[in-house]
C-alpha cells in the first residue's frame, strides 16, 4: 500500500507543472511590458489588464498562447515571439509575486 501511495504522489508531482521562473530576472524584463501594464503590473489604462498578483501558471500559458498565434492580438504576438522560455517563465514569476 506504501509503495502505491507512493506512486501515486510521484506521478501526481511529476504531471504537475513545475514554474521556477526568477521573479528578479523577471523584473528585469518587464520595460516594455510596463508601458501597457503599469511599473508595478498594475495599468493606468482600463483596455490594458493589470499583471500584478495573476497566477503565474495563466500569465506563462498566455505569453506562449501569444507566441504560438493561438492568442491573437497585434501588439502582444510580436512582444511574446521575442521571448524565451525562460523569459516568459520569469516574467510570468515577477507579475504573480507583485500584490
Not at 27 to 36: E, H, I, L, N
Request: hydrophobic letters at 50%; charged letters at 15%.
Amino acid at each position: 500500500m506504501k509503495k502505491f501511495i507512493l506512486a501515486i504522489a510521484a506521478t501526481v508531482m511529476m504531471a504537475s507543472p513545475a514554474f521556477a521562473g526568477d521573479a528578479a530576472a523577471g523584473k528585469a524584463k518587464t520595460a516594455m511590458c510596463s508601458a501597457c501594464h503599469g511599473a508595478a503590473g498594475i495599468s493606468a489604462i482600463p483596455m490594458y489588464p493589470n499583471l500584478a498578483g495573476q497566477k503565474e501558471a495563466y500569465l506563462a500559458q498566455q505569453l506562449k498562447n501569444f507566441r504560438s498565434g493561438q492568442r491573437k492580438n497585434a501588439v502582444m504576438g510580436p512582444m511574446a515571439m521575442a521571448l524565451s522560455d525562460d523569459d516568459i517563465a520569469n516574467i510570468s514569476a515577477y507579475y504573480s509575486s507583485l500584490k
